[in-house]
């Protein structure tokens, strides 16, 4: 079985080197703000952004050293405080009092606190690049946060319009998830100051990864046994039309459409409802199909890797793909 430790134990030393440079940039000087910062960077979950910055810079890397330098842990500590931020941001418009399993920072401190906290971790990641000089990271990195906004504002109409056709939805997706999983593979390559066809590729992989995570996250919200820290069927509770409902919704005809789009109404207050989409989901195909997508974006990002001479990074690269597919959590 495919663990994460297995997949980063190519890069422990530049994991280590990532972790201890943001040890020392977030540190604070005690009071509210540094209990909060702590929470919230111990909250950061699996780490697969940062792993796929370092796992892309020393694929691409002309000698290990280059790798092992304050450039690539800077890339990897933008694109996961970028992500973190969001994330802390994302509660606060869902009104979420979980995160992974454990009370999310706006049902700790209130929202408006866990807002600032979001605009703080942000502004200080930035600050943290430009006082680097190192500004074609940041420059590179920093683009992905208007595309993650972009997606959220989306998502949102789509909730409100209570329609999303497929396109949209992987439109959404990719502004929401692949983007930032495209940014944090590339900006691994451009670190180790690699051709722009090799960082370009790199982005393709991310993409594709990210395609693969999100989806995979939209089937498991369908599962009553998945880890996800979260109550089961979240997104029909929330209102959210993703690619599993997509499937069953385009082989309806209008009036059936019309009643399934009303009984989704009805999740966010209807325990019945939820059941109720969530078996018919099931069992019309709708996990199938989803999976059979996602499925087209693992050999997109297997074709990509392939185009590398096997290596333990390689194979770590081709593990996490793996790993994103047989997640429960």
Known sequence: MITLDSIRKPVEAELNAYNEFVEQQFSTNGGMISEMVNYAL??????????????AAVLNASNRATAQGRRVSLAATLVEMIHLSSLIHDDVIDESDMRRGKPSVNARWQSHKAVVLGDYLLSRTLNIGLQ????????????AIATLCEGEIEQADCVDKQHVSRQEYFEVIYKKTASLLGISASAGALAVRATHDKIALMRRLGEALGMVFQIQDDILDYRTDAKMGKPACNDLREGKITLPLIVVLEKADEKRRKKLLERLKECRESDEAVDE?????????????????????????????????????????????????????
């Open 42 to 55: 111990t909250s950061r979950g699996k780490g697969i952004r940062p792993l796929l910055v370092i796992l």
């Open 132 to 143: 680097s000089g190192q500004f074609d990271l940041v420059t590179h990195i920093c683009g």
């Open 277 to 329: 989409l969530r078996r018919i989901v099931e069992e019309e195909g709708g996990l199938k199909e989803a999976r059979e997508v996602m499925a087209q974006y693992v050999n997109r990002a297997m074709a990509i890797l392939s185009q590398y001479d096997k290596s333990d990074e390689q194979k770590a690269l081709a593990d996490l793909c793996m790993f994103i597919v047989e997640r429960d959590c």
